[in-house]
Nanobody, 123 residues
Framework: VQLQASGGGLVQPGGSLRLSCAAS????????IGWFRQAPGKEREGVSC????????YYADSVNGRFTISRANAKNTAYLQMGNLKPEDTAVYYC?????????????????WGQGTQVTVSS
């Protein structure tokens, strides 16, 4: 199982970024994909999750209405479109799989992780 997150960077408050999670080594369309983040000195937290078919999505309250998760099963890729970014969104963002979206607020339930991508929101 391999997951590779990309698309992070430095953005001003109010700006947007789209993260991508490229997957390989497993049957992508059979598994939910979760996005998580970890800010310095804080625990890793669930941000969003999308079911295997893409028919169900979940968002943390802190990002609901600003972030949109999606997936392209034909491309083995999941996305996290982030808008109206705030300084408190600054963190390393990870994608992961191996658990249902009902567990997305439990990062430890996800067994396979990609490397993170840094998102910094600052003026």
């Amino acid at each position: 199982v391999q997951l590779q997150a990309s698309g992070g960077g430095l953005v001003q408050p109010g700006g947007s970024l789209r993260l991508s999670c490229a997957a390989s080594g497993f049957t992508f369309d059979a598994y939910a994909i979760g996005w998580f983040r970890q800010a310095p000195g804080k625990e890793r937290e669930g941000v969003s999750c999308i079911s295997s078919s893409g028919g169900s999505t979940y968002y943390a309250d802190s990002v609901n209405g600003r972030f949109t998760i999606s997936r392209a099963n034909a491309k083995n890729t999941a996305y996290l479109q982030m808008g109206n970014l705030k300084p408190e969104d600054t963190a390393v963002y990870y994608c992961a799989t191996g658990a249902p979206c009902s567990d997305y607020d439990l990062p430890e339930a996800f067994g396979s992780w990609g490397q993170g991508t840094q998102v910094t929101v600052s003026s």
